[in-house]
């Protein structure tokens, strides 16, 4: 056996499959007609030195011609998924599929593209600077009003 063609991946049990579709059809009725092969990763996730919980990517097209028939793979870390609570499952699937807009074009066909996230900080400078960014205020606001 070649080096690095351990498994490295798993399908997600049923579980995971009904908890996306839970939070698809309270959240996003946007996506109820994609489809998504969700994915557990055996091998730790991390991009620079933060672990990464989940990631959701767009099947390419050369992927869909080479067969995957899938709109998009849920990529999971196993190893951080299984630490998690209840609530914690469900809150991390419903932030990967924010990840995903839809766009209906003119013609009545259905774009998806996949977005960033509304806010990206550093702990340091909010202890230093406060919320400085609009959308970092609005975030805040947002967390206080949830909390009423
Ligand atoms: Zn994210």
Redesign the pocket.
């Known amino acids: 056996m070649r080096r690095g063609l351990e498994m490295q991946y798993k399908d997600c049990g049923t579980d995971v499959l009904n908890l996306v579709e839970k939070v698809k059809l309270e959240c996003y009725p946007v996506l109820a007609h994609t489809s998504m092969r969700c994915v557990f990763s055996l091998k730790p996730m991390s991009r620079g030195s933060k672990d990464v919980l989940a990631?959701v990517r767009k099947v390419t097209s050369l992927e869909r011609q080479l067969g995957i028939g899938y709109d998009f793979i849920l990529l999971i870390n196993e190893q951080r998924w299984i630490l998690l609570n209840s609530y914690q499952q469900e809150a991390l699937i419903d932030?990967?599929l924010?990840?995903i807009r839809c766009k209906v074009r003119e013609d009545g066909s259905v774009e998806y593209r996949l977005v960033g996230?509304d806010v990206e900080e550093f702990t340091d400078v909010v202890k230093r600077r406060g919320l400085w960014d609009v959308d970092l205020k609005e975030l805040v606001e947002k967390v206080l009003e949830s909390k009423k």
């Open positions: 990631v932030h990967e924010a990840h996230h």
